[in-house]
């Protein structure tokens, strides 16, 4: 099972193109992504650290 990824670059981040429509933004630093919303958590996986957000999955962002 493979997924099509796809770096593009719009708006100064980079977007994570993963499955159907899925979007992960990848930044730098995640202190303002973090504040975006009172329900985005910090986690750690597999070394990377991810901004997520259950409620809202357009929130979601990856560090790196």
């Known amino acids: ?4 990824i796809i770096l593009c670059y719009i708006t100064g981040t980079l977007d994570f193109f993963v499955g159907k429509g ?3 933004k990848v930044r730098c630093s995640l202190k303002s992504a973090k504040m975006r919303d009172k329900d985005c958590k910090v986690v750690r996986r597999k070394g990377r650290v991810y901004v997520i957000n259950k409620r809202k999955p357009k929130f979601k962002a990856r560090q790196g």
């Open 22 to 24: 899925s979007v992960m």
């Open 1 to 4: 099972m493979t997924r099509a």
